[in-house]
């Protein structure tokens, strides 16, 4: 595990959730990520107990990919939607770590991602960075590297080019949007070995896919998973 994990995990022993970040409902004791309610009914995808799942089905022919899955359904309306929301923009960091540790007891309980080597959140460009002040893919993936032991790579790849965002874009306009973002900064670190790919949000995949393609294009030893905190049926080609 790395040491920003240790850090961000001493600063959560210090900083005990007062109240529930999804209903905002008293925290029983004992309970650190969200209350007993919300747990028991968290839109839960269970994608990470069948390997040939729907998500992975989405990367099919275009990116080859051993494990895909995602935590949460993304549903309008939903009290788990506006958390989602408020950790990647409002500044809710630690909701992204206490989330990502959840994620990751539950897929290594399941064993599905069980050889993988390192964990590489999808980067963020320096600006976007510098405005929001932290890339909550990173919390996200240092929750889970320290439930799965293992490390969180922030270094071997980097977004080189500024895109806009994404939230209003169509279809084919997020595909344009994201092609030759990323560079690969050193393949040597990443050969022959299994990385898993973490993001918040999955819509069309387009970014979490040109991240992977950068990859094997210039490390062709390597193999590719993917985990994200949530997506959406549509997104999955599961409703209309």
């Known amino acids: 595990m790395s040491i920003l994990s240790d850090i961000i995990a001493d600063v959560r022993s210090l900083v005990v959730p007062r109240s529930c970040p999804i209903c905002g ?3 029983p004791r004992g309970q650190t990520v969200v209350c007993t309610a919300c747990e028991a009914t968290a839109p839960l995808t269970m994608l990470w107990e069948e390997r040939a799942n729907a998500m992975h089905e989405r990367f099919w022919g275009l990116l080859p990919v051993e494990e895909a899955s995602a935590l949460l359904w993304y549903v309008e309306g939903s009290p788990w939607r506006d958390a989602v929301h408020r950790f990647k923009y409002a500044g809710r960091w630690l909701s ?22 390192v964990i590489i959140p999808v980067p963020l460009h320096w600006r976007r960075r510098l405005w929001r002040g932290y890339n909550q893919a990173e919390y996200l993936a240092e929750g ?18 500024y ?25 040597k670190a990443l050969e022959n070995k299994h990385i898993l790919l973490v993001d918040d949000v999955f819509t069309t995949g387009a970014t979490i896919m040109s991240l992977g393609e950068t990859i094997l294009r210039a490390v062709p030893s390597a193999r ?14 599961l409703e209309p």
Do not use: K
């Not at 994620?103 to 991602?113: P, Q």
């Not at 889970?144 to 080019?161: K, N, P, Y």
């Not at 998973?225 to 080609?237: F, I, K, M, N, Q």
């Open 25 to 27: 409902g008293p925290m």
């Open 96 to 117: 992204a770590y206490d989330l990502g540790r959840w994620y990751g007891a539950l897929l290594r309980e399941s064993g599905a991602y069980a050889d993988v080597d």
């Open 144 to 161: 889970m590297a320290r439930e799965m032991g293992l490390e969180v790579d922030r270094h071997s790849l980097c977004r080189h080019r």
């Open 163 to 187: 895109n806009a965002s994404q939230t209003s874009q169509s279809h084919a306009d997020r595909w344009d949007n994201v092609e030759g973002i990323f560079r690969v900064r050193n393949g």
């Open 224 to 237: 590719l998973s993917v985990a994200v905190l949530a997506t959406t049926r549509r997104s999955l080609r």
